[in-house]
């Protein structure tokens, strides 16, 4: 939080010369046209990506992964409001969604009301769930937040699968898109249609969580995350302000489970679940927190892993892992500010200077992801690829491979020699570049270049 | 209700194996200001390596080492990978734990498989210890108990009458005047790092005979662990204990209980729609520690023994 400050103070004081006019009037205007308009960059690439591949192709899984994404997006930026604006570290996110979706799904199939307000009914039933949470939660910060957060998503995790009626059981609740009265000729039964209707919802609640985090009400939840004890000095209630953050995100998070709820038409037990609280907060993390679009960066890896990687190989969580670790240790502040500040770095140095130091870091970081996803693969192979059927063998320390492992063991010893040296010599240059790599980059990183750690 | 010591016993021995997994925690908590996420996934992974270790050299040579290869693991992590996200504050290394928990989850699938173990109990400890009006009460669970009270033991010894206790308590509320005196701080965080894990290992050990070796095991059991170290106070040992003791005892008793919730509520006077009356506490047991939690916090914000303004 603190290298927010910095870079926001940073571009304060590139700002104040401009302001203050040593260049001409003109010049300066033309500056800030330019930032006005790469402002809306950001809006039109998440425009595009959302409109244009349905009219490239429309197989059902590119609209499945479309609307998934749409929907993550959504669900992360609301996270963001949390974990970002306010500093509040989540771990039951997705009971908000859950239940604002359940209630989506009661209420459409009670009453038949129109399809296309419905995320507005989810939003609301998540709102609930957050003021009824948030009276509990919000009255501590920090770890101990997290911990009671954990401890609610779990509380309905436990009660939905205990409660009877609550969640329909292990079938869920379903409903049927196209039964709701016809929206000027839609019926929202095909799923293009669907997915306009999602889409189009996905843009709108972004617009209005960048219009909410220019509010005051966020900037006193920035005040409140970085130093509570100014903030309540200020004569506001850092209690009240997060129980305030705790509504306006649970809303949309309510709406974002809705728009699951539209794509695949079932609310179960699982839209509450660990992994969908555990994902978003992975989601966030990795696209970074401290720009208003790391979290849409974060939805779009995370779908990524969870749709694209997983059509290829069951190792996708680890990878995912992986990842989350990689991005955790490499760029607190994520993928967003990760770039940030080496987009800043090379406009600084001058792209020649930096040149031979990036060139490097690609070479190593792609002979390291080359190595990992050889060795991953290979145990993997080694371990499901052979007899998924007998997985309860113990391979552990190979010490009581039975009868049952024994395929699997004289498969893997054949084949084992050749990946075991290819993996050495991967490891061995990826060590090798890692080395020229750092040595590049301490070449050029002075102690007063400013943004670099 | 004949049964109500027995089952007493049985919930005390759970809530002592609680308490094994959440004074490692609260110590970690208390010294790194990071809630190890990945404990239970340290406990998990104790299990597992029992598991192995007992199949190849017996019960009692994993009770020791797979404490010290966890405990080794622990102290990797924390010197690595732990110790470089620290100068970008807690958050971060929150996280990083988080990934580890999710990391380590997936390398158990990989190594030992999905399908669910289940660990033998020494034949010295298997069978009845005694029986009371026919509820029998296990040599295992003694054994439990027995083996918990011994660690809780060593635990208040180290702390309060060692040396390096001594140091271990300074350095949790003075670090820098610690490392002035030249006591090696990062090393003392490494250590405690350490032997948090090895004692969540030794609850894996001891624990895998009750309950299945599972990948799931981390995290059933890993949000009933932070729930208790929330009830009691973060940060506060004893607050750990007393709440261990009383989230095990709670649940145990309303697993072995057969009434029904309609009975319950009636005492109270509310009527609930049929549907609800029939479920019986046994099926609400998995809920009892999360309403426990919303009970205490409302009641009481900070956690049974938390000390006021901590991290507010």
Avoid at chain 2, 148 to 177: E, F, N
Avoid at chain 2, 281 to 299: D, H, M, S, T
Wanted: glycine share 12%; proline share 4%; charged share 10%.
């Amino acid at each position: 939080m603190r290298k927010r400050d910095a870079r926001s103070a940073a571009r304060g004081a590139v700002a104040q010369p401009e302001r203050l006019g040593t260049a001409a009037d003109a010049a300066g205007f033309g500056l800030s046209a330019r930032s006005f308009v790469r402002s809306f960059v950001p809006w039109l690439a998440l425009m595009a990506f959302l409109a244009l591949p349905p009219f490239v192709g429309s197989q059902s899984w590119l609209l499945a992964y479309l609307a998934q994404t749409a929907t993550m997006i959504v669900f992360a930026l609301s996270y963001n409001l949390l974990l970002g604006e306010t500093g509040l570290l989540s771990f039951g996110h997705a009971a908000y969604a859950g239940l604002g979706a359940l209630i989506a799904a009661r209420v459409f199939n009670a009453s038949g009301m129109p399809l296309v307000l419905l995320p507005l009914v989810g939003g609301m039933g998540g709102a609930l769930c957050g003021g009824l949470f948030g009276l509990i939660a919000t009255r501590r910060s920090g770890t101990a937040f997290a911990m009671i957060t954990l401890g609610l998503g779990e509380l309905v995790v436990a009660a939905a699968w205990t409660l009877p009626g609550w969640f329909g059981g292990e079938a869920g609740v379903a409903i049927d898109r196209a039964s709701g009265p016809r929206f000027f000729g839609l019926s929202f039964g095909p799923a293009r249609e669907a997915y306009a209707l999602i889409a189009l919802w996905c843009l709108a609640a972004s617009m209005a969580m960048f219009a909410l985090s220019r509010t005051p009400f966020m900037r006193l939840a920035n005040a409140v995350r970085d130093n509570p004890a100014r903030a309540a000095a200020l004569g506001c209630y850092p209690a009240r302000i997060r129980y305030g953050v705790v509504v306006l995100s649970a809303f949309f998070a309510g709406m974002a489970g809705t728009m699951g709820l539209v794509n695949i038409e079932l609310v179960s037990t699982e839209s509450v679940g660990m992994m969908r609280s555990g994902a978003v907060l992975i989601a966030t993390v990795i696209g970074g927190t401290a720009a208003f679009f790391g979290p849409v960066a974060g939805a779009l890896v995370l779908t990524f892993f969870s749709v694209i990687v997983a059509s290829v190989t069951r190792a996708w969580p680890f990878y995912l892992g992986l990842f989350f670790v990689a991005v955790v240790l490499a760029a607190p502040d994520g993928l967003a500010g990760f770039c940030v500040r080496h987009a800043a770095r090379i406009a600084a140095q001058g792209w020649r200077r930096c040149r031979a130091a990036y060139l490097w870091s690609v070479l190593a970081a792609l002979l390291w992801s080359a190595t990992v996803v050889l060795a991953v693969q290979w145990v993997y192979a080694a371990r499901f690829g052979v007899d998924e059927g007998a997985a309860g063998v113990l391979f552990g320390f190979g010490a009581n491979v039975g009868a049952d492992g024994a395929p699997l063991v004289s498969a893997s010893s054949v084949a084992s020699w050749w990946p075991a040296v290819a993996l050495a010599l991967l490891a061995a240059l990826g060590a090798l570049t890692t080395r020229c790599a750092m040595r590049a980059h301490a070449r050029f990183t002075s102690p007063s270049s400013g943004d670099a750690r | 209700m004949q049964s109500f010591i027995v089952n007493l016993l049985n919930g005390l021995s759970y809530g002592l194996l609680l308490f094994m997994l959440s004074a490692g925690l609260t110590l970690i908590f208390s010294m790194l200001g990071v809630l190890n996420f990945a404990h239970a996934s340290f406990y998990m992974l104790g299990a597992y390596v029992g598991f192995s270790v007992a199949a190849r050299a017996g019960f009692w040579s994993a009770l020791v080492i797979a404490p010290l290869a966890v405990g080794l693991l622990g102290a990797a992590f924390e010197r690595w990978l732990l110790r470089r996200v620290r100068v970008h504050g807690h958050l971060p290394e929150l996280l990083l734990t988080f990934g580890a928990a999710y990391l380590l989850g997936e390398l158990v699938k990989l190594g030992w498989g999905l399908s669910p173990l289940s660990a033998s109990v020494p034949v010295v400890l298997d069978g009845p210890l005694f029986s009371l009006y026919g509820a029998v009460f296990t040599r295992y669970r003694a054994f439990m108990m027995a083996v918990s009270l011994a660690m809780l033991a060593a635990l208040v010894a180290v702390l309060r009458v060692s040396r390096t206790g001594l140091v271990v308590r300074a350095a949790l509320t003075h670090p820098q005047a610690v490392e002035a005196l030249g006591h090696n701080v990062p090393g003392v965080f490494t250590g405690v790092f350490a032997a948090g894990t090895a004692l969540a290992a030794l609850a894996g050990v001891i624990g895998a005979p009750l309950f299945v070796i599972e990948p799931a095991m981390a995290e059933s059991l890993g949000s009933i662990v932070f729930v208790v170290v929330v009830i009691g106070g973060l940060g506060s040992l004893s607050g750990a204990l007393v709440a261990s003791l009383l989230v095990g005892c709670v649940q145990t008793l309303a697993v072995a209980s057969d009434v029904s919730l309609g009975e319950v509520l009636s005492v109270a006077g509310v009527a609930l729609p049929p549907a609800w009356d029939a479920l019986t506490l046994a099926q609400l047991a998995p809920l009892i520690p999360y309403l426990l939690l919303v009970a205490v916090l409302a009641l009481r914000p900070r956690g049974l023994f938390g000390r006021r303004g901590d991290h507010a």
